[in-house]
Each structure stands twice: as structure tokens, then as C-alpha cells.
């Protein structure tokens, strides 16, 4: 299958490994991934915040990167993104696009999804041939779990991993605090649903808490580094990309 590949803002500039992971893992299992390089944002932190119309740009040019025939799949290591261009983007196109722009984003919709959802409901694949020799506990992102659906796809796939040690976190469709400017709005609130969440995590002894969306493990690592936990956080998509062969190699984290 040739696959598209959605880096996300964050990807980008924060957590490029999650998506060079992401490429590695589809290479492996025989697919051709492909990287328009004119990508840009989704948009969904503008709608988000309640900027509905100026996203249309954003939106135009995504439907313009992936809408090529020749693509069969759009993929992105994030739940949030994939869920803005499953729901959002058919919203802002209605309200303020031209008739372009609905056919455009009707297209890329239907053939774009979350990591899980590529490899477990199109690829039918679970055990990818991972390998990865620690103690890892789950966090369900909300949109993943909420917007999307996709209910235990992510666990299917860790599951099937060779050597690890999966734990199950307490609470865990609880929020953890996140969602984007609403950490920033709502300081307070955040991060008291955020010390509830590292207090499950760490109370499995994980040496890792994965979860489909950076922008969770930001909020995540960022706690847990900040309370010297020993706990880390990474991406699913790097657990799923580690073999024997080429291991992923653990940090240490702060203690």
C-alpha cells in the first residue's frame, strides 16, 4: 500500500523520532510511505481555541497534500490530529469553504487514520514484530478514545509485542489534563487532574507510559520528569517500530 504520512506540529518540532518510527515500522511491514513535503498544520489548535475561519487555508492545503489518487492511506502518529481532519475539517469546509474545498476534504477524510486504526482495521496486522524488553503501561488519549473510537486497538498491538511487560493503568480513559490551550486557560484544573494521572502511572512501576498522541506525553513526561518519577514516556509508535535487530534504547530518566 502506498501510505501518506502526516507529520503533526509536534512531530515536527518536538518529537520527530515518533514520526521517523512511524515511516520505519510501515517500511518494515512492506509499504511505501510517502512525505509530501508541502504539509503543513491541521488546524485544530486554531478550532479549536474558536478560530474557525482562519484554519481554511490549513485545511485547503491538507486536502491539497494528500488528495493525490496514487496515495491509498493518510497515517499520523496523533488522535487529536486525525480526529480534526475526520470531524473538524468537513465542519470548516461546510461553513466557510467552496464547493473545491467540501469535495477536497471529503476525499482525505475518508482514507485518513490514527497509527492503531492504519495497522489494526486497514493493514489487519497486530503482531508487527516489535520487540520491546520493559515494563510499559497505556494511557488512552481522549480524542483517540473519545472522537475516534478506537477503543483497544493500541492494547491489541502491545500486546502482540515480544519481551514486554504490559501493566494496566488505573483510571485510565481519565483525562490527563492536556487539551491543548485548555492547560494554558485553565491552569489549576489541569494540573490537578494531571497529579492524579501520574500518580496511576506511577503506581504500576512502569518504565514506560505510552500512549497515540505527543501532545499527552508532553503533558505526561513533563510531570513525571518534574517529580523525578524514573518513569518515561514514549510514543506507541516507537515501541512498535523497536526489534531485536534495532532496539530502541531507553534514557534514563530523573530520579
Known sequence: MRIGLFATCLGDTLYPDAVKST???LARLGHEVVFPPG???????????????????LVRNYAEQFGDASIEAVVMPSGSCAGSVRHQHEIIAERYGDAALRSGVATVKAKTYELSELLVDVLDVTDVGAYFPHRVTYHPTCHSLRMLRVGDKPLKLLRAVDAIDLV??????????????FALKNADTSSAMLKDKLAHVTGTGADVCTAGDSSCLMHIGGGLSRIKAGTRTLHLAQILASTRTA??????AAR
Open 39 to 57: 504539509q503543513t498544520c491541521c488546524g485544530q489548535m486554531h478550532v479549536n481555541t474558536g478560530y474557525q475561519r482562519e484554519p481554511v487555508p
Open 247 to 252: 532496539p530502541h534504547v531507553l534514557t534514563e
Open 23 to 25: 515511516a520505519v515500522l
Open 168 to 181: 494496566e493503568l488505573p483510571e485510565a480513559d481519565a483525562c490527563c489534563g492536556f487539551g491543548g490551550t
